[in-house]
């Protein structure tokens, strides 16, 4: 088996200075991470904001030095061997209006395909296919600066796949792009992959539907370590034997969450605040369970809005590992929690 | 799209330098239109020029005819190729990192880092050498200036100009590799460094002037012989009548010149890995702060 990425106990720890020598921190953002991306293969990292996704991209496209562990694409060494492995690889990040605004967008990319090796008539006969592709065809001779954020973040991909990259490394692709934009992103890279079997993804997303959407395996990483790694449908199989309830609910001020905790059979549950209610997640031992939990929340003065059982999705794997739903984690509230039955 | 991969037999270095001094003159030429640009181009240096010599004409009574007045006027000069050269290579650092933010796609792409960074510095020179000889042709019209265009050794002073910014651009080159390491304060350091290498290079005063114990950081400097000569190639006797280099011969002052240009060649590079490998091991190399 060939593969594309191997990471073997890869670590990397920040050492953040306070005012004084005495109150330098360690920030652990990635921790004994052992991972294989077969070629060919649409590898996802699925994890909230700070779970360590954009620190593994960085040390693997040579940005960043791992502090432990190794770590290989296409089998060259990224501390050793960054020379050999810059050539093979590309990246995008989203989220950000990076590009020299002085020049247009073809101008843009032209100069990147330049370095890349490409001779300028194939980069020339690549930018426009591309373009075309990604509806930014008729903004060819804009100036990147006169182009909206999703636009200029349409460039950037255009830019990630001129050069034919052999690893191509996504951060977050669709962040910040409208629905239909990241929709059309999302179609181009599965068009890309299948057009290109031998070519490799690497993808970064803390959207679970992207993850499922595109991703032939995903890793699903929090506070730096890797907590699961398989294909979308068996992470989900995991879970099928259990009862996954999704209820809206009044929203209300009542700690109704901890007497969750306390309910037996109750295995992880989420809270999602919305504009005037609240989404519960569960995930219950078995279907009985319910009784006692619409039981709680009607003591609670908990109104239920609407109740469906439900098949399990990614997130339901997410809440099961990690005990929090994403969203949670990314508010950084303490609402859910663990209830081991 | 063909799978094939196109990579040119251009040697990377090669291939790094070439774009990034086309990127670097469309960065640097782009931002107003060519008659506002062609303008600014002509008065920035007038009027630099302009305050040294409404200085100078205040202290000493207008006394143009004095030889100290060519040492300053030329010194200050071809002092600009200091700073435009030295910070314009380090400002591609902030510029890719904090402007456009595209250092990581830079550092990430099959690019000759160094290479890169020196063409980035290419478009400062030609503004600077632009602005060099406008101040020049200015003194030479209007202030008296003489350069007798018959007795200068051209071929000498442009072997010595091209070492110079030579030596210019590898000084820039350890100024980017600090950069590189440096987040929140790298904005001023590039001027501070080229001003305060301005009192230590003998641009307007002879080193004499400084206290004893300041002399031997002048007596260090590559850019000491460099304006020295380049000032002696054009205005001869003129120059070499002050005291600070009066033992050394042209040759002498060239050949010292060349070996301190070596001498920081390899102290360039050398700072210039370090100071990569450490950014990299620190995660700074694509920081961004919006500072």
């Known amino acids: 088996m060939n593969f594309a990425i191997q990471t073997n106990h890869l670590g990397r720890v920040y050492k953040i200075r306070g005012s004084k020598k005495s109150t330098a921190k360690q920030l652990v953002a990635l921790q004994d991470v052992s991972l294989e991306v077969h070629q060919g293969e649409l590898f996802g990292l699925l994890g909230p904001n700070g779970a360590g996704k954009t620190t593994l991209i960085k040390i693997l496209t040579t940005l960043l030095a791992p502090t432990s562990g190794t770590a290989l694409v296409c089998g060259y060494d990224v501390v050793k061997e960054a020379h050999k492995i810059r050539p093979i690889i590309n990246m995008v990040s989203g989220g950000e209006s990076s590009g020299y605004g002085l020049l247009t967008v073809r101008e843009n990319l032209w100069m990147f395909a330049q370095f890349y090796g490409l001779s300028s008539k194939e980069a020339n006969r690549r930018i426009a296919q591309l373009l075309e592709i990604v509806g930014l065809a008729d903004r060819i001779n804009t100036k990147s600066s006169d182009l909206s954020t999703g636009l200029r973040q349409k460039m950037n991909i255009v830019r990630g796949f001129l050069t034919d990259p052999q690893v191509l490394f996504l951060d977050e692709p669709t962040l910040g792009l409208d629905v239909g934009a990241s929709r059309d992103v999302r179609r181009f890279i599965r068009q890309w992959l299948d057009e290109h079997p031998e070519r490799t993804i690497l993808l970064t997303t803390h959207y679970m539907a992207e993850a499922e959407e595109l991703c032939d395996r995903v890793a699903i990483i929090n506070k730096g370590r890797v907590l699961a790694c398989d294909t979308p449908a068996s992470l989900k199989y995991r879970l099928q034997r259990e009862a996954i309830y999704h209820l809206e609910v009044s929203q209300v001020t009542s700690p109704y969450p901890q007497h969750l905790q306390s309910i037996h059979g109750v295995r992880k549950f989420g809270v999602k605040p919305r504009d005037g209610y609240a989404i519960l997640d569960l995930i219950l031992d078995r279907d009985e369970t319910l009784a006692a939990v619409v039981n709680t929340l009607t003591e609670n003065q908990v109104r239920i809005i609407n109740l469906q059982k439900r098949e399990p999705t990614l997130e339901d794997v997410f809440v099961d590992l990690v005990g929090k739903s994403m969203e949670e984690i990314e508010r950084g509230t303490n609402g859910a929690s663990h209830a081991e039955s | ?291």
């Open chain 2, 1 to 291: 799209m063909k799978t094939t991969r196109l990579l040119s037999s251009a040697p990377i270095f090669w291939r790094s330098f070439r774009l990034a001094t086309w990127l670097g003159w469309q960065i640097e030429s782009n931002w107003a239109d060519p008659f506002l640009f062609a303008i600014y181009s002509l008065i920035k240096p007038l009027s630099s020029a302009a305050i040294l010599v409404i200085m100078y004409s205040v202290i000493t009574q207008a006394d143009f005819e004095s030889p100290i007045f060519p040492y300053i006027y030329l010194g200050n000069a071809f002092y600009m190729y200091v700073g435009h050269v030295m910070t314009g290579i380090s400002w591609a650092v902030i510029d890719d990192r904090e402007h456009y933010k595209t250092m990581k796609y830079i550092y990430t792409a099959p690019v000759h880092f160094p290479s890169y960074l020196l063409g980035r510095g290419v478009a400062r020179f030609i503004i600077a050498s632009i602005s060099v000889f406008v101040t020049i042709l200015f003194g030479v019209l209007f202030l008296k200036i003489s350069i007798d265009i018959d007795q200068v050794n051209w071929s000498f002073f442009l072997l010595t100009l091209f070492t110079g910014v030579m030596m210019l651009a590898l000084m820039g080159l350890t100024l980017a590799g600090v950069m590189l390491l440096l987040v929140h304060h790298m904005f001023g350091v590039g001027e501070a460094v080229a001003g305060a290498l301005y009192l230590f290079s003998g641009a307007i005063f002879p080193l004499e002037v400084l206290p004893a114990y300041l002399r031997p950081i002048g007596f260090l400097m590559p850019i000491t012989y460099w304006l020295e000569l380049l000032r002696r190639l054009l205005v001869g006797k003129v120059a070499s009548s002050f005291p600070t280099l009066q033992s050394f011969s042209n040759s002498e002052l060239y050949l010292i010149l060349v070996a301190l240009t070596f001498l920081f060649a390899i102290i360039s590079i050398l700072v210039f890995r370090a100071c990569e490998h450490r950014a990299r091991e620190l995660g700074l190399i694509d920081t961004v702060t919006n500072y």
